[in-house]
């Protein structure tokens, strides 16, 4: 009898859905499977994507990187606080590159522990969060904090959760993100060793768990030191988070600039090893005039392509955080091929230990079986010297053989679970307002005169009183009265023979003479002529046409209430 209870109230429990402290944002989403009551295979209603993944780890992965002692060669496990954190931005560079000064531009506020120089100032690790009040968190109070995502950087010792803070402020941009401020990377041999921790593997472990990685160079320190190279390269696995800032391109001219920026691919094109050109942002991250001003439009231009890229990272969480999971998952399952491998070779009694080191020395060899016997892409392997070290210092007789039922389930999770959370994604994002980074530098410009290409393009004239394709249509007359117009107007094909003058493709021709059709009837007016002739124009000098014909190009006669702007 005591048993069937027992049993009942394990089913209950197994059937109660896991709580989390994330808003769910009112909307109730369910992971829902018909035939099986509105519930997933195990039983289990998610109301939002972070919480299914927290259950998925907790259930079918952490079990496989706890037999196999993933924790001890990788990552440490993963808490609730690592999946309902804000996305967050890690910044790295050389010493006086202007991360801080980044930092405070994004911000258009100081934070506290913030420090600007031209020598090595920052010296510790700042995690920028919000927060009602202003004020600073020791590591050592940090790392003791559940709610924070830094409970596992505990492991990295004293030396260094002296050198991290946390700084909050109530700052509208960190309502959406948090950042994080590195120290500055060192050139000389001697500054790296006495950092007292190891630097790399400290921010490989926060390049797991943030959204971006913005490396930041200055325009006059180009070269990349070996700390620096180091760190790169303990970025390897996170080649799709990273931005390069070519930060300072206003302090020189624009040859200079160039020469500037060919130098700094052939540098990365060295370490960064992929064939994939990076993506480099240039411009001046700061809120001091341009010291030379002759490419503001090119720093204009790719400013706006780094913000919209921040804006999108809250949007972009859940999948991020998706997307991390499996590759975790992945990295999970080739070292419990790996651990497995060890341990079925190693002999019961004696002779343990030279045959741990001729294991350790042929560790390539067992790589390549694993891969053939279980097709799996050698990429999916961890780092063979890293690993080699790892294994030096471990007791092979406390490894595990291979168990399939651990192996199966992490299977069913990269299989059927975590495909059925990606359609929950997409339902997340379609129910809940587009949700951007807001605040900060990023309201500067979003509207009025000072937004990107205001008054440029289709928007030339947009403030004037009198309609800005009037000034040319002298000269466009003169072409409207050579096609023999008939009753004010020409036919398509008298207007196509001019258009198609300009060289332009079909498509854009095409688009550009259904804007100015104002009044659809397929014939174009001397005012619509004009107005077709002048989005030529806009499009000739490189600007993009509107979706829709803006109000201040409407024609004079075509406009309600007697040719003023509605």
């Given at each position: 009898e005591r048993e069937r209870e027992g049993e009942r109230a394990a089913t209950h429990r197994h059937r109660t859905p896991l709580r989390t402290h994330s808003g769910s944002g009112g909307t109730m989403f369910s992971w829902v499977n018909k035939e099986q009551g509105g519930r997933n295979k195990d039983g289990e209603m998610f109301q939002t994507v972070t919480e299914g993944l927290q259950s998925l780890y907790l259930k079918k992965l952490l079990p496989l990187e706890e037999t196999y002692l993933f924790h001890d060669f990788h990552s440490p496990a993963l808490e609730a606080a690592d999946f309902?954190?804000?996305?967050?931005?890690?910044?790295?560079?050389?010493?006086?590159?202007?991360?801080?000064?980044?930092?405070?531009?994004?911000?258009?506020?100081?934070?506290?522990?913030?420090?600007?120089?031209?020598?090595?100032?920052?010296?510790?690790?700042?995690?920028?969060?919000?927060?009602?009040?202003?004020?600073?968190?020791?590591?050592?109070?940090?790392?003791?904090?559940?709610?924070?995502?830094?409970?596992?950087?505990?492991?990295?010792?004293?030396?260094?959760?002296?050198?991290?803070?946390?700084?909050?402020?109530?700052?509208?941009?960190?309502?959406?993100?948090?950042?994080i401020d590195t120290p500055g990377i060192l050139s000389g041999e001697k500054q790296r060793i006495s950092r007292g921790y190891d630097f790399a593997a400290v921010l490989e472990w926060f390049a797991e768990r943030v959204d971006r990685i913005i490396l930041l160079f200055d325009a006059h320190k180009l070269d990349i030191s070996d700390e620096f190279s180091e760190v790169i390269k303990a970025l390897k696995n996170h080649e799709d988070k990273i931005r390069v800032v070519l930060n300072k391109a206003d302090q020189i001219e624009t040859q200079q600039l160039m020469r500037v920026y060919g130098a700094l691919m052939w540098s990365l094109g060295k370490i960064v090893n992929t064939p994939e050109v990076v993506r480099v942002y240039i411009g001046s991250f700061w809120a001091q005039p341009l010291l030379v001003p002759d490419n503001r439009k090119l720093f204009e231009a790719e400013e706006q392509d780094l913000f919209r890229d921040i804006q999108g990272l809250p949007r972009n969480?859940?999948?991020?955080?998706?997307?991390?999971?499996?590759?975790?998952?992945?990295?999970?399952?080739?070292?419990?091929?790996?651990?497995?491998?060890?341990?079925?070779?190693?002999?019961?009694?004696?002779?343990?230990?030279?045959?741990?080191?001729?294991?350790?020395?042929?560790?390539?060899?067992?790589?390549?079986?694993?891969?053939?016997?279980?097709?799996?892409?050698?990429?999916?392997?961890?780092?063979?010297?890293?690993?080699?070290?790892?294994?030096?210092?471990?007791?092979?007789?406390?490894?595990q053989t291979l168990k399939p039922k651990l192996l199966d389930n992490v299977e069913d999770m990269l299989a059927q679970d975590i495909s059925r959370l990606m359609t929950m994604v997409r339902q997340e994002e379609a129910a809940m307002p587009s949700q951007v980074v807001k605040g900060g530098a990023f309201e500067g410009t979003m509207n009025g005169p000072f937004g990107h290409g205001y008054g440029e393009g289709a928007g030339e004239g947009i403030d004037e009183l009198e309609w800005v394709v009037g000034k040319d249509k002298p000269t466009y007359d003169e072409i409207f009265y050579t096609l023999s117009p008939v009753n004010g107007k020409v036919s398509g094909a008298s207007a196509k023979k001019e258009m198609v003058k300009s060289k332009l493709p079909n498509t854009v021709l095409g688009k550009i003479w259904k804007l100015a059709d104002v009044d659809h009837d397929g014939y174009l007016d001397d005012e619509e002529f004009a107005l077709a002739n002048h989005l030529i124009k806009v499009k000739l000098e490189g600007h993009e046409l509107p979706a829709d014909l803006p109000a201040h190009l409407i024609p004079p006669s075509k406009r309600g209430g007697g040719g003023q702007l509605e």
């Open positions: 309902q954190s804000k996305p967050m931005v890690l910044l790295v560079g050389q010493y006086s590159t202007g991360k801080t000064s980044f930092i405070r531009y994004l911000l258009e506020q100081d934070f506290p522990g913030m420090r600007i120089g031209p020598e090595p100032t920052t010296d510790s690790f700042i995690a920028v969060m919000h927060g009602d009040v202003e004020g600073l968190i020791p590591g050592n109070a940090l790392v003791v904090d559940p709610k924070k995502p830094f409970r596992k950087l505990n492991a990295f010792g004293n030396a260094f959760l002296n050198r991290f803070v946390c700084a909050q402020l109530p700052n509208p941009v960190l309502e959406s993100i948090s950042v969480a859940a999948l991020r955080k998706l997307n991390d999971l499996i590759k975790r998952a992945r990295l999970a399952k080739v070292h419990a091929y790996i651990i497995s491998s060890l341990k079925k070779e190693m002999p019961n009694v004696f002779g343990k230990e030279n045959k741990k080191k001729e294991l350790i020395a042929n560790l390539g060899e067992i790589y390549l079986k694993i891969e053939k016997e279980h097709q799996i892409s050698p990429g999916d392997f961890p780092n063979l010297k890293k690993m080699q070290e790892l294994l030096a210092v471990q007791d092979f007789t406390k490894f």
